[in-house]
């Protein structure tokens, strides 16, 4: 999942890390750990993958299995939602997990560069994962996201991020079919709006918002023009995106988003989406199955498609995104230790196993990384839907991996833009923001 805290609220992660700090201090202390049963050792993990994520039953069973065949204990850390800003205390502090599963997004995105994790190009060709990784999953965690480039860390849990539309909720409204283009998109708004119901739910003040922007101002650019704004700054400079920009604010004007949305976060959007508050969102396949656990059931209600496009778009259909920068494995520069690296090498390897990937598939609702048949994996009818996808919309630049360490600033601006900021606002906003 692409969850990240805006850096204006982070002062809650001073009290997370000393938490990491803590639990990891007893991990990589002179004290020895508790022999597991086999006397394997032990690996230092921090995983995103924490309680009440969909993901993190299957992981248990990763490691319950692993530790059961190799007598390698995982002494294991949740990580919580400034995870970035908790490994990198604990690194500079001497307590470095040997390996982080998480994103590529924000500060990950640089702990390369900051010696924070080494690059794994050997490791995917001496640990046999070359020939099983999809060639797409591995360049988009290369640095830059450019062919050539060191490959960050080994990816795993791939995602689709449609556009969800509670259809009963359209029906209701008088809305006969999902919105295609933007006009339909702001008259499907005022029809939802006088059925007493919310048009667009997102979180105006996190990450979720912060993709919802970029999806929409990239409406009139191509993708090589738009990785690179996002990378240099020059959202003013360049006319097609300020055409985006504008676009976002008429559409913010016109109400298709839901009252109040600059104050609003990703669970708002979940709670509000779940509960036939509000009847579009935007989010990932993550929360296929997450849906289905809320109990409302929402799942049975909902149409996956892609984002409305304006007249003269870039894209001739709707858009989405799709990758492969959600979870994957990091590996710190204390796991990559001739000491501990073999240790790490079979725990990371295990998870590409078939059988395992496809428990993901069918918890997680993951798009592998790797190569096979895993169609009877995909239980969940959204999971089912969103494989579908491909010929119903047009892929946009997810901004991860090149705004990088940028994203929070870049947060904050985009909650301003949700609310009353102009265009020339939100441009010259992001510039500064962008160059830092």
Same mark, same amino acid.
């Given at each position: 999942?692409?969850?990240?805290?805006?850096?204006?609220?982070?002062?809650?992660?001073?009290?997370?890390?000393?938490?990491?700090?803590?639990?990891?201090?007893?991990?990589?202390?002179?004290?020895?750990?508790?022999?597991?049963?086999?006397?394997?050792?032990?690996?230092?993990?921090?995983?995103?993958?924490?309680?009440?994520?969909?993901?993190?039953?299957?992981?248990?069973?990763?490691?319950?299995?692993?530790?059961?065949?190799?007598?390698?204990?995982?002494?294991?850390?949740?990580?919580?939602?400034?995870?970035?800003?908790?490994?990198?205390?604990?690194?500079?502090?001497?307590?470095s997990p040997d390996l982080v599963i998480v994103n590529l997004f924000d500060k990950t995105v640089g702990w390369l560069d900051a010696g924070?994790?080494?690059?794994?190009?050997?490791?995917?060709?001496?640990?046999?994962?070359?020939?099983?990784?999809?060639?797409?999953?591995?360049?988009?965690?290369?640095?830059?996201?450019?062919?050539?480039?060191?490959?960050?860390g080994l990816p795993f849990s791939g995602f689709s991020w449609p556009l969800w539309y509670n259809t009963e909720l359209l029906t209701k409204?008088?809305?006969?079919?999902?919105?295609?283009? *933007?006009?339909?998109?702001?008259?499907?708004?005022?029809?939802?709006?006088?059925?007493?119901?919310?048009?667009?739910?997102?979180?105006?003040?996190?990450?979720?918002?912060?993709?919802?922007?970029?999806?929409?101002?990239?409406?009139?650019?191509?993708?090589?023009?738009?990785?690179?704004?996002?990378?240099?700054?020059?959202?003013?400079?360049?006319?097609?995106?300020?055409?985006?920009?504008?676009?976002?604010?008429?559409?913010?004007?016109?109400?298709?988003?839901?009252?109040?949305?600059?104050?609003?976060?990703?669970?708002?959007?979940?709670?509000?989406?779940?509960?036939?508050?509000?009847?579009?969102?935007?989010?990932?396949?993550?929360?296929?199955?997450?849906?289905?656990?809320?109990?409302t059931g929402i799942e049975t209600r909902t149409a996956l498609g892609g984002l409305p496009v304006p007249d003269g778009s870039a894209y001739?259909?709707?858009?989405?995104?799709?990758?492969?920068?959600?979870?994957?494995?990091?590996? *710190?520069?204390?796991?990559?230790?001739?000491?501990?690296?073999?240790?790490?090498?079979?725990?990371?390897?295990?998870?590409?196993?078939?059988?395992?990937?496809?428990?993901?598939?069918?918890?997680?609702?993951?798009?592998?990384?790797?190569?096979?048949?895993?169609?009877?994996?995909?239980?969940?009818?959204?999971?089912?839907?969103?494989?579908?996808?491909?010929?119903?919309?047009?892929?946009?630049?997810?901004?991860?991996?090149?705004?990088?360490?940028?994203?929070?600033?870049?947060?904050?601006?985009? *909650?301003?833009?949700?609310?009353?900021?102009?265009?020339?606002?939100?441009?010259?906003?992001?510039?500064?923001?962008?160059?830092?």
């Amino acid at each position: 999942m692409h969850r990240t805290t805006p850096r204006a609220i982070r002062g809650v992660a001073a009290f997370a890390a000393g938490a990491l700090l803590l639990s990891l201090a007893a991990c990589g202390s002179d004290e020895p750990s508790a022999p597991a049963a086999n006397d394997g050792g032990s690996i230092d993990v921090v995983t995103r993958w924490t309680a009440g994520n969909s993901a993190a039953a299957a992981q248990k069973r990763v490691f319950d299995a692993f530790t059961a065949e190799t007598g390698i204990k995982i002494n294991l850390t949740e990580g919580l939602e400034a995870i970035d800003d908790q490994v990198e205390t604990a690194v500079a502090a001497g307590k470095s997990p040997d390996l982080v599963i998480v994103n590529l997004f924000d500060k990950t995105v640089g702990w390369l560069d900051a010696g924070v994790t080494v690059p794994v190009d050997q490791y995917v060709k001496d640990w046999g994962l070359a020939d099983k990784m999809k060639p797409q999953a591995l360049d988009e965690w290369r640095v830059g996201g450019v062919a050539g480039g060191q490959i960050q860390g080994l990816p795993f849990s791939g995602f689709s991020w449609p556009l969800w539309y509670n259809t009963e909720l359209l029906t209701k409204a008088g809305v006969a079919e999902v919105p295609k283009t *933007t006009e339909e998109l702001i008259a499907a708004a005022k029809k939802l709006r006088a059925s007493g119901v919310g048009p667009v739910a997102v979180g105006g003040n996190d990450w979720s918002g912060q993709k919802l922007f970029y999806q929409i101002s990239q409406s009139f650019t191509d993708a090589a023009t738009m990785q690179k704004v996002m990378k240099e700054g020059g959202y003013c400079a360049t006319p097609s995106v300020m055409n985006g920009i504008k676009l976002f604010t008429d559409l913010r004007d016109a109400k298709v988003f839901v009252d109040n949305v600059a104050g609003l976060s990703a669970d708002d959007m979940y709670a509000s989406y779940y509960s036939g508050k509000a009847a579009i969102m935007s989010a990932g396949s993550w929360a296929y199955t997450e849906s289905k656990a809320a109990g409302t059931g929402i799942e049975t209600r909902t149409a996956l498609g892609g984002l409305p496009v304006p007249d003269g778009s870039a894209y001739p259909k709707p858009t989405a995104y799709q990758g492969f920068t959600g979870v994957g494995f990091m590996i *710190t520069k204390q796991g990559a230790e001739p000491d501990r690296i073999d240790k790490v090498r079979r725990l990371v390897t295990k998870f590409y196993d078939q059988p395992i990937v496809g428990d993901f598939v069918k918890d997680a609702s993951i798009l592998p990384p790797v190569t096979g048949d895993f169609a009877s994996f995909a239980t969940d009818p959204l999971l089912k839907s969103s494989l579908g996808l491909d010929a119903e919309v047009d892929y946009a630049v997810l901004p991860d991996v090149w705004i990088g360490s940028a994203s929070d600033p870049i947060t904050q601006v985009l *909650t301003g833009a949700y609310g009353e900021a102009t265009p020339q606002e939100i441009c010259a906003s992001l510039d500064t923001a962008t160059k830092g």
